[in-house]
């Protein structure tokens, strides 16, 4: 079956999209992004990241390219198109197309509006998680506005890929302060020995996630202790147990930190409870 993508106000062949090359996404990475879950062809907390979608755009101050409802329907028809039952639906909003000139283009530009989606191996992401991931740390390099959804990626590409080289999945950012910030991906989480689920606070310095966000309803709803305080790799190291939450993840246990065994090695129970739990607390449409 052939995917199908929507760019700027057409479904398209993904053999046959194309974008213009004076696009200051792909001049400039001047753009913006969000990566929704699918199940059961459903969207996965919507709402919540077409929330973050425009808190992205208005801190870069590039406009809304259509209406919350029209964005709706576009992303649900992508998924419908595809015939996505379990995996992901990615949206991408960049500024436009104007000649390449650093400065915002004079006389405003339509934002330019890509979607796709694709499908994602159940069976094969639960083996994961049941086996866990490893994880390696390396030093924060990226801007101070990782807030900000950016289609910036390229420290977050380097160290995903060094994670990668060195026989780990996710590599997690350590600050100045000798901290956790998040992941190259996901957010960061460990679980104390006694039972305290640690993560680090929001603010510029990390991406607030949708995951993470409901997440802590889960935790909130399961009487599991929350504190949104930085650590650093050394207690994580110590911890009982740690996983990353991403919306291609959900709950992902982690197993190895820098090649140090996470509790017994095994992904952790209330790690696992969280992962089978979340989505009785997510929301779909
Ligand atoms: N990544 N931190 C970073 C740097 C991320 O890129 C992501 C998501 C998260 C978790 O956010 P959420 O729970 O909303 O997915 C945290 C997406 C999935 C991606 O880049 O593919």
């Not at 590039?62 to 409802?69: V, W």
């Not at 191996?121 to 390696?136: L, R, W």
């Amino acid at each position: 079956m052939s995917r199908i993508a929507y760019v700027n106000g057409q479904y398209r062949d993904l053999r046959d999209a194309s974008v213009n090359i004076e696009d200051r996404g792909y001049q400039f990475a001047d753009g913006v992004y969000e990566v929704c879950e699918v199940r059961g062809g459903k969207l996965v907390d919507f709402p919540r990241h077409m929330a973050r979608l425009e808190r992205s755009l208005r801190e870069l101050r590039i406009e809304m390219p259509m209406t919350l409802r029209a964005l709706d329907v576009v992303m649900h028809e992508v998924v419908r198109r595809n015939r996505i039952g379990y995996g992901l639906v990615y949206l991408q909003v960049t500024r436009g197309v104007a000649r390449r000139d650093h400065p915002f283009p004079l006389r405003p530009v339509k934002p330019a509006v890509v979607v796709t989606a694709r499908s994602l191996n159940f069976s094969k992401n639960q083996a994961t998680a049941a086996h866990g991931i490893g994880v390696i740390t390396v030093p924060e390099n990226r801007w101070p506005r990782v807030d900000i959804k950016s289609i910036s990626l390229l420290p977050n590409v380097l160290a995903k890929q060094q994670a990668r080289d060195s026989g780990a999945y996710e590599a997690w950012y350590v600050d100045g302060n000798g901290e956790v910030t998040e992941g190259s991906s996901s957010n960061a989480w460990i679980i104390t020995t006694d039972g305290r689920v640690v993560t680090h606070p929001i603010g510029h310095d990390i991406l607030a996630g949708i995951t993470r966000d409901v997440l802590k309803e889960t935790l909130a709803a399961l009487q599991i202790r929350l504190e949104e305080r930085p650590f650093t790799p050394e207690e994580a190291y110590g911890a009982a147990e740690a996983f990353v939450t991403s919306a291609s993840q959900i709950v992902m246990p982690v197993v190895r930190i820098d090649g140090r065994t996470v509790g017994n090695g095994k992904p952790g129970p209330i790690s696992m409870r969280l992962r089978e739990e979340f989505h009785r607390f997510a929301d779909f449409s």
